[in-house]
């Protein structure tokens, strides 16, 4: 069982729709990160969310961590080529001072077409 | 650019063989991280050193192992290879032993390994 759903697994749509995907557990965090990771590269950190209820900006992307905590989306306006890639969340593995290595979602595979 | 170089980039090897990875991490930084990502699987811990000493162990096969040298570089070895161990290798480097929500880690561009 995975720690973190990631949904939905792809997403192909056209340049100029909007999108959300989604993060979910059943485990409480006390913050997740979303990353971005293009073909050829390591992943990319977008944002970290720490407070349930919490709402970031990244210009066209809208990053919310849920009010329990347990669950996040991505919402994405006006989705331009650039912003094709895959799509992460993870959580860290330890909880106070301890190991910290990240655990991640399978991610969204996200295309947007011209 | 991340500032975390990884070489080589692509390594291609027979089963049973035995190979090393190598990772540069960002100036200044301490940890350096371990992942491996595969279709199957996706990206997993692997093992975290900081400032040379074993801090974390994630989903790391006995087959495999790891250190980080005095200049910081770390490498990553993999023995009596198999099939499924072909995967993109990541390394990552952050400044601090314990990743506080301020403490980012940042990825290098990975290896990836195909195992024949």
């Known amino acids: 069982t995975q720690l973190l759903e990631q949904s939905p697994q792809f997403l192909s749509i056209q340049e100029g729709e909007n999108l959300t995907v989604y993060c979910n557990s059943s485990?409480?965090?006390?913050?997740l990160q979303w990353y971005r990771q293009e073909p050829g590269e390591g992943p990319v950190l977008l944002v970290t969310?720490?407070?349930?209820?919490e709402v970031k900006k990244l210009k066209r992307l809208t990053f919310q961590f849920g009010d329990a905590r347990k669950d996040s989306s991505l919402h994405i306006t006006a989705a331009q080529p650039g912003d094709t890639g895959l799509y992460l969340c993870?959580?860290?593995?330890?909880?106070?001072?301890?190991?910290?290595?990240?655990?991640f979602g399978k991610g969204t595979h996200l295309i947007i077409q011209p | 650019d991340s500032g975390v170089t990884q070489t080589p980039k692509h390594l291609i090897t027979a089963t049973g063989q035995r190979v090393t990875l190598r990772c540069s991490p960002r100036?200044?930084?301490?940890?350096v991280y371990w992942y491996q990502q595969s279709l199957d699987q996706g990206l997993q811990f692997l093992i975290q050193?900081?400032?040379?000493?074993?801090?974390a162990k994630g989903n790391i096969l006995e087959r495999f192992s790891a250190q980080q040298f005095p200049d910081l570089h770390s490498e990553l070895n993999l023995s009596s290879l198999e099939l499924g161990d072909s995967a993109l290798y990541f390394c990552?480097?952050?400044?601090?032993?314990?990743?506080?929500?301020?403490?980012?880690?940042?990825f290098g561009p990975g290896t990836r390994l195909t195992v024949l």
């Open positions: 990552a480097s952050s400044a601090q032993a314990t990743s506080g929500f301020t403490d980012t880690q940042y």
């Open positions: 485990s409480v965090f006390s913050s």
């Open positions: 100036s200044g930084d301490l940890s």
């Open positions: 050193y900081y400032n040379g000493e074993e801090r």
């Open positions: 969310v720490v407070t349930g209820g």
């Open positions: 993870a959580v860290r593995r330890g909880s106070g001072g301890g190991a910290d290595g990240l655990t």
